[in-house]
């Protein structure tokens, strides 16, 4: 899961790394208000979970409260690479005098984290590192090592930053371990022409594996910028990844689902999206799992595709049957049962008898007729 920049701020200032004075706020009105209590002029910046919003005109100086509504409003009306405006944040301006690249990620390859940074920060970071890859200096760090104050002051030495960096990218280590990050990204890293060091940008990605026990992420999960079927997916548990194609396609197991996306699309339609039930036969996952498939408006058929294991088809068969009581089936479905107890499974869906839902017994058969389905739909 990917932070807000505000979310992200708060982790590094929570760590003791110095950020700007600065509020979020959803109204122009109110962006007078804060403009006003942070001293007049501010930087008003877009709330959106992507990269480039300076280049794109997302963060924009404002002279004073006057001019903070009016950049706000026109802000706020933005859509960025995809991504709606719906807050803004007022910041406080700093007068730069350097602006540094910083960042730790995961690199898996390696098992190791790897540190990033470059002396030449800023908007134009990617130009830097295509152009001149000399000026952004990598440097691994062992994970059971961290990043201890010697291990900032060669990343620091590497990448050319001055000695009072060393404090923050410590401090910034801590926000990865501490906060379960998989990147933490400060880009501008700012030199104050006070010669303080301020994070006047932030990127946090979180490790959703970690999500039990990190208990304020709830807060996180109220997100507006995230897929909102996804997002209702999320909320009842389910593993599901919206697509771009008009195939629904419900499996049980990640691999299953994988093939079955696969096969969807050698039959020519392409798969609306994955959604892996696991384990869970019951009629309550089925009924969920439905019923969001069906609430996206491009899908045009679904398939469910079941390898009876440990979860018996007649489970599966039966969960599908009272899935059909509470969610109202308005597109057809194809249904493939295999495996343990396939053919009572079978049977309590031919006994259900639905006008919309018929049964295949391979998973290439399934996938031919909903694509056929979803293509003359
Ligand atoms: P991004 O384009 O999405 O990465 O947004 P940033 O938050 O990094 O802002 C883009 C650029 O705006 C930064 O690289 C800075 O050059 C500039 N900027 C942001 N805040 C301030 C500020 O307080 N003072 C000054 N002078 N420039 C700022
Ligand atoms: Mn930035």
Redesign the pocket.
């Given at each position: 899961m990917d932070l807000y920049?505000h979310q992200a701020r708060e982790l590094f200032e929570e760590h003791g790394i110095l950020v700007?004075r600065a509020e979020v706020t959803d109204s122009p009105k109110k962006a007078r208000e804060i403009a006003r209590g942070l001293g007049g002029r501010t930087?008003v910046?877009a709330q959106v979970k992507a990269?480039?919003?300076?280049?794109a005109g997302?963060?924009r100086?404002a002279a004073d409260p006057a001019a903070a509504e009016l950049t706000a409003r026109q802000i706020l009306g933005m859509d960025i690479e995809g991504h709606p405006v719906r807050t803004v944040m007022l910041?406080?301006?700093?007068?730069?005098q350097a602006?540094f690249y910083v960042s730790y990620v995961l690199d898996r390859a390696a098992g190791r984290f790897l540190a990033i940074a470059s002396a030449e920060g800023?908007?134009e970071i990617e130009e830097v590192a295509a152009s001149r890859p000399e000026a952004v200096a990598r440097v691994h760090v062992d994970p059971a090592e961290g990043v201890t104050s010697a291990k900032a002051a060669e990343i620091a030495e590497a990448a050319g930053l001055p000695p009072q960096t060393v404090d923050v990218l410590v401090r910034l280590w801590e926000v990865l371990v501490r906060e379960d990050a998989l990147l933490v990204e400060v880009?501008?890293l700012v030199r104050t022409t006070q010669g303080r060091i301020v994070a006047?940008?932030g990127k946090v990605t979180l490790d959703d594996n970690a999500c039990l026990r990190q208990s304020r992420w709830g807060a996180y999960g109220e997100a507006g910028d995230d897929d909102p079927l996804e997002a209702a997916a999320a909320a009842k548990g389910l593993n599901y990844v919206r697509l771009d194609g008009e195939v629904g396609v419900i499996g049980n197991g990640a691999g299953l689902v994988m093939s079955t996306l696969d096969v969807v699309a050698g039959r020519g339609a392409r798969p609306a999206n994955f959604l892996d039930i696991g384990g869970g036969a019951s009629a309550r996952i089925m009924a969920d799992g439905l019923s969001v498939v069906l609430s996206d408006p491009a899908v045009k058929s679904v398939l469910v595709n079941v390898f009876g294991g440990i979860t018996a088809c007649d489970a599966v068969a039966d969960g599908i049957v009272q899935a059909l009581d509470t969610v109202r089936l308005t597109k057809p479905l194809v249904v493939r049962l295999d495996g343990n107890n396939a053919a009572r499974g079978r049977a309590l869906l031919d006994a259900r008898a639905h006008p919309l839902v018929q049964q295949a017994t391979t998973m290439d058969g399934a996938a031919r007729r909903a694509a056929q389905l979803a293509t003359t739909a």
């Open positions: 920049e700007p930087v910046k990269g480039g919003r300076g280049k997302g963060v100086l910041a406080q301006p700093v007068d730069i602006e800023g908007m880009n501008p006047l940008d």
